[in-house]
Every structure is written in structure tokens, then in C-alpha cells.
């Protein structure tokens, strides 16, 4: 009798165990969407540059995918909008310049954004840092869009320490918790904010209730104020010594408190016992602020150009995923990607098929492409289109390998090459901290982080090489946007180096129809003037959601 029930028993808890490792095998994903705020091109170790240590970033890399082909808007507010909505900027009327604190508009209201569409599907969504969506009144915000808390800010950059933005000459505050303004969090350090934020929303995140969307939109690495362009922290500055120039060297230090940061998102993710069920995204929102361009001092060697440019240093970002669903990793994989793909792609992965029937009527521009990478297939997008700002004249479309520049941005003064370069031997790469550092251990003890020589292997392969390499100082080549359109083979010549609009004129030709077809569709430009009536001395010195609290009908 007792050799029954003992049978019994352990039969019933084999069934249990099955049953629990099938509902672990079909559990949503938690999503983790980091962002980082004008990043550049050549400013992570796995893109190639050892002259900015990022071990974190880097382990996430090496054993997950590094995005070889991957697109974002060439400035803030167009790509979060494109992240949000998986539409262009040019549909939603984001597409020139940015979201200004004082200007009476936002995200329209009638697009429903990433967070609401995963909370459809279960999720529980939380934000910190950045939103630069809208804010002039409270239903633009966070709170009111999907997300179940946000500390941060609503601006597009501010004061690492004090949390002032400064913007038009108007100075005020602008640090929220929710809805409140958070004077308790001056003197904390924006990045650690950011993070404190992130680590208590997934230790106290119950997985039991369904998955988690965390979206992790950092200040790091935009440049500050002013009067304090560059406000890194001095133990940091002081750790990056081998860096010559002391402006860059500060804007690595803006880079490693930003790599600090993931490596405690990832530790904390493995504490909680998630790290093995979560997706993992790191991106830029665009490209970096070279060689003083903001205040700045990014590199996005070799390419060509800065943020807000649409060339390839404005438009081509670093990024990655991490998963342990993408079964054919790590590798560098060549899918081209936008961010606008991000929405139905992250539906996909956590809801299958049945969660993008969600989008049928939406029209999107964002495309799956969550097969593609899972099984290492060919990218269902064949075009991306990079901007049109009939504003300022400029507009750039890829299709397959070809690329059109048409017009450009501040009158051409930046579309150049620039540094700097870095150290690119494998040698001066400190390959043990990768190891040692806090994703990277968290990773191994899943057992995933590749052997050194694999890593290496990695890196040479996402490292963008061009035969003819031109820095600023280059002579002039045989593209004038301004005078004529530009054409460039990007696979062949991803640094833009050789105009082949004379070589392949039906080429030309056919892109430039494309661009005017496109355009066709385009919503006008969102863009209002400052209202004076948002401006901070009139509340309290804060920038807050005025238009709850005025007539905003006599608006200059």
C-alpha cells in the first residue's frame, strides 16, 4: 500500500515538474529597452573602439546579436516616436527637429504606442529617464500612456546633477516621480536615478502577474547645460586617464557610468530570477555629437557625419538583442532593421502571430522582424527610409544596397568625417573585464558567454573597415547634396566616400521617384512655437504641464 502511494506521489510531482517546465517554456518574455541618448557609432567595444571600456554592453553583445545593419532617426524626438509608434516621423508629423518644453503639442493622442499594445498581451509596463514625447499637457505623459510608473524627466536633456534644463534661455526644473516633480532626487546623479529606478521596478516586478516591460531611456550620454556641457563624474573622469582630450575623456566617463548601469540591470534581472526569460535591447536613439556638435564629443568612426545629418554616422546605430530564445547566437547579424521595427517585432516574440493581428489595421511602417532574427533569415524590410524634412530641405532613402542623400542639413558644415578613431587592435582590448564585469558574469553563470577568442572574432567581424578612410580634413569628393542628389552602394561603401549618381543614373532615377512617392503620404510637420505661458519662471522655475492649467487659445 505505501509502495502505491509512494508511486502515486512521485508520479504526481513528475506531472507537476512537466507542467511547470511547459508553462516555462511558453512564458512570455520580460522586455528590458535600454536607450541611450546620442550615442556614437564607435563609442561600444563591440563596434570596434577600445578607447571607452564597456563591458556590460559588450557581454550582451558578444552572446546575443550584434545589429549589423541597423537604422535609427538621425535626432531624439523622431526615433522615440518611431520606437513608440513603429510609424515614420513623417506620418505622425515628428519628423523635424525636436520636441521643444515650452511648445504646446505632443505624440498625437490618437496612436496607441508600444506599452499599450504589451499591456494588451499581459505586460506591466514601467519607464525611467527620458520620455520627450509631450508633456504640455498630462495626458501626453507617461502615466497616461501605458506605463504603470516613471521616474524621469519629460524634456530632452538635462543637468546630471541639479535636473534643470535650460532651453530658449528659460531655465527650470524638470525631474519627475509620476506626475509629481521629485525635489527630493537633486544632487542624485541622473544615471543612478535611472537606474535605482530600473532595479526597483524588477525586484519588485511579480512574475506570477505576467511579464514586464521595463524601457530604460537614459539622459547618458547627451550632453547637460551649458554652463556644464559635459557633467560627468569625477572618480570616472579620473579612471579614463589614457584618454588624451579632457572633453572626450569626460564624455567617456558619461559612457561608463551608462555601462555601470546595464551591468546592474543585468545583475538584478539574474537575481530575480528573469534574466533567463527576458528579451534584452540596447540602442542609441540616434547618431553621435561629434567634435563639439552639441556640446559633445561622440565618435562615430568610420562613418560619415553627425546626429541630426542623414548620413550613415547620423542614422546608423549601435545596437543589439539579447535573448536565450534566438537560438542561432551570438553572431553579427546583417538584418536590416529600423527602429520603427521594434514594436510589432517585440509583439511578435511575446504574443506570436495572434499579437501582431493587432496591427492589421494600424498602418505601420514598423515590420517584424523577429523570425528573421530568431532563425537567422533575410530581413523581411528591403527599404528604410532615413527622414524628409521638406523644412530644411534634406531627405535620405535606402533600398537594398543603395542609398540617396537628396539636400542636407546646416548648410552642409557638417557632413564630414570624424574621430576619433580610437585604438582598434585586438591587443589594446581589455578582453577580462568583459568577464569580470557585472552582465558578464551574470551571463556566465547561464552559461552563455562565448570563449575570449570567439568574442574577438565578434568584434573583427562588426567592426566597419573603409579602404579610404577620410577624416575631416579629407579633400572635398564629388558629392554636393545641396547642388545635386547623392547615390552610394552602402554595402560596398558604408563611409559614403564615392558618389555614383553619374555611374548608375536609372538607379538614381527610380530612387528619386520612390522618395517623391513616399513623400506623398507625408502629414505636415507637427512643430509649434515656444507658448511663453510654459515657460519655468512662471511656475516655480519648473518646466510642467501648463496647458492643464491655462487658456492656451492665445498662445504666441
Known amino acids: ?133 509631450g508633456h504640455w499637457k498630462r495626458v501626453y505623459t507617461p502615466l497616461y500612456r501605458g506605463f504603470s510608473s516613471h521616474v ?65 531611456a537614459h539622459a547618458a550620454v547627451h550632453s547637460g547645460n551649458p554652463y556644464n556641457p559635459l557633467p560627468a563624474k569625477d572618480d570616472i573622469v579620473r579612471r579614463l586617464g589614457t584618454i588624451q582630450d579632457y572633453k572626450r575623456r569626460k564624455y567617456a566617463a558619461l559612457v561608463t557610468a551608462m555601462d555601470d548601469s546595464v551591468g546592474r540591470i543585468v545583475e538584478q534581472l539574474r537575481k530575480s530570477h528573469m534574466l533567463d526569460n527576458s528579451i534584452i535591447i540596447f540602442s542609441t536613439d540616434n547618431g553621435g555629437p561629434a567634435e563639439g556638435f552639441n556640446s559633445n564629443f561622440a565618435s562615430n568612426y568610420p562613418l560619415r557625419g553627425v546626429k541630426n545629418t542623414l ?92 542609398k540617396l542623400v537628396k539636400g542636407t542639413n546646416y548648410n552642409g558644415s557638417w557632413d564630414g568625417w570624424y574621430g576619433p578613431a580610437g585604438t582598434r587592435n585586438l591587443r589594446d582590448y581589455d578582453w577580462y573585464l568583459v568577464a569580470k564585469s557585472l552582465a558578464g558574469q551574470a551571463l556566465q553563470q547561464l552559461k552563455v558567454l562565448p570563449k575570449t577568442a570567439d568574442m574577438m572574432r565578434a568584434r573583427e567581424a562588426a567592426n566597419v573597415i573603409c579602404k579610404d578612410a577620410r577624416l575631416k580634413d579629407a579633400p572635398n569628393i564629388s558629392c554636393n547634396p545641396l547642388k545635386a542628389p547623392c547615390l552610394f552602394n552602402i554595402r560596398e561603401d558604408p563611409c559614403e566616400q564615392r558618389n555614383q549618381a553619374d555611374v548608375y543614373p536609372k538607379v538614381l532615377e527610380l530612387m528619386l521617384k520612390e522618395l517623391q512617392l513616399i513623400n506623398s503620404t507625408a502629414v505636415p510637420p507637427a512643430n509649434k512655437p515656444d507658448d511663453p505661458l510654459g515657460y519655468p519662471r512662471f511656475w516655480n522655475y519648473t518646466w510642467t504641464n501648463f496647458g492643464d492649467y491655462v487658456d492656451t487659445n492665445d498662445c504666441i
Not at 108 to 114: A, G, R, V
Not at 177 to 204: C, F, M, R
Open 311 to 402: 548620413w550613415e554616422g547620423g542614422v546608423r546605430g549601435a545596437g543589439l538583442v539579447w535573448s536565450a530564445q534566438l537560438s542561432k547566437r551570438p553572431r553579427v547579424a546583417d538584418q536590416t532593421m529600423h527602429i520603427a521595427d521594434w514594436l510589432p517585432t517585440l509583439l511578435e516574440a511575446a504574443g506570436g502571430e495572434a499579437a501582431l493581428a493587432q496591427l492589421n489595421n494600424a498602418q505601420l511602417d514598423g515590420m517584424s522582424v523577429w523570425q528573421a532574427l530568431l532563425k537567422n533569415e533575410v530581413s523581411p524590410r528591403k527599404s528604410v527610409l532615413h527622414n524628409i524634412d521638406d523644412i530644411w530641405g534634406s531627405a535620405a532613402l535606402s533600398v537594398g544596397d543603395w
Open 152 to 216: 524621469g524627466y519629460w524634456s530632452g536633456h538635462q543637468d546630471y546633477n541639479d535636473h534643470s534644463a535650460v532651453e530658449h534661455g528659460q531655465w527650470g526644473l524638470d525631474m519627475r516621480n509620476g506626475t509629481e516633480l521629485a525635489y527630493d532626487l537633486h544632487g542624485q546623479y541622473t544615471t543612478d536615478v535611472i537606474t535605482q529606478h530600473s532595479l526597483n521596478v524588477i525586484a519588485k516586478h511579480n512574475s506570477t502577474k505576467g511579464p514586464l516591460f521595463l524601457y530604460v
Open 1 to 133: 500500500m505505501q509502495m502505491r502511494q509512494s508511486f502515486a506521489m512521485q508520479l504526481q510531482l513528475q506531472l507537476h515538474l512537466c507542467l511547470l517546465l511547459i508553462g516555462y517554456a511558453i512564458a512570455q518574455p520580460h522586455i528590458i529597452f535600454i536607450l541611450a541618448d546620442d550615442l556614437g557609432f564607435n563609442d561600444v567595444g563591440f563596434r570596434g573602439s577600445a578607447q571607452i571600456p564597456t563591458p556590460n554592453i559588450d557581454a550582451l553583445a558578444y552572446s546575443g546579436l550584434i545589429l549589423n545593419r541597423y537604422y535609427v532617426n538621425p535626432i531624439c524626438t523622431p526615433s522615440r516616436s518611431a520606437l513608440m509608434t513603429a510609424k515614420y516621423p513623417i506620418h505622425t508629423g515628428m519628423q523635424h527637429t525636436v520636441l521643444y518644453a515650452a511648445e504646446p503639442r505632443g505624440l498625437p493622442l490618437n496612436l496607441k504606442i508600444l506599452p499599450q499594445y504589451l499591456n494588451d498581451l499581459g505586460y506591466t509596463s514601467h519607464i525611467a529617464g527620458k520620455w520627450h514625447l
